[in-house]
């Protein structure tokens, strides 16, 4: 396996889980943690998408995963800053 897949398969579990613990109330899908696991998840499998084995589809799902979960991020961020 390459490094490329490993890191992949990492991201995939990464969002997996990060999703499951939303469903089950274990996460708040609008606080940080859930909003950077996403975006680290998803820069993963884009990393490995881009580097290995491209596939349009998937690199435009990560793309808009990875860019929305970063928005957010930034946004959060700039409410604190607002804030503080």
């Known amino acids: 396996m390459?490094?490329?897949?490993a890191g992949g398969l990492v991201g995939?579990?990464?969002?997996?889980?990060?999703?499951?613990g939303a469903a089950l109330g274990r996460l708040?899908?609008?606080?940080?943690?859930?909003?950077g696991v996403n975006f680290i998840g998803a820069s993963l499998i884009l990393v490995s998408?881009?580097?290995a084995s491209f596939n349009l589809s998937a690199t435009?799902?990560?793309?808009a995963w990875a860019l929305v979960s970063l928005a957010a991020l930034l946004?959060?961020?700039w409410k604190r800053l607002r804030r503080g």
């Open 2 to 5: 390459s490094w490329q897949d």
């Open 12 to 20: 995939v579990l990464i969002i997996l889980i990060a999703y499951a």
């Open 28 to 35: 708040d899908p609008k606080r940080a943690l859930s909003l």
């Open 49 to 51: 998408l881009l580097t």
């Open 60 to 63: 435009a799902m990560e793309s």
């Open 75 to 77: 946004r959060l961020g």
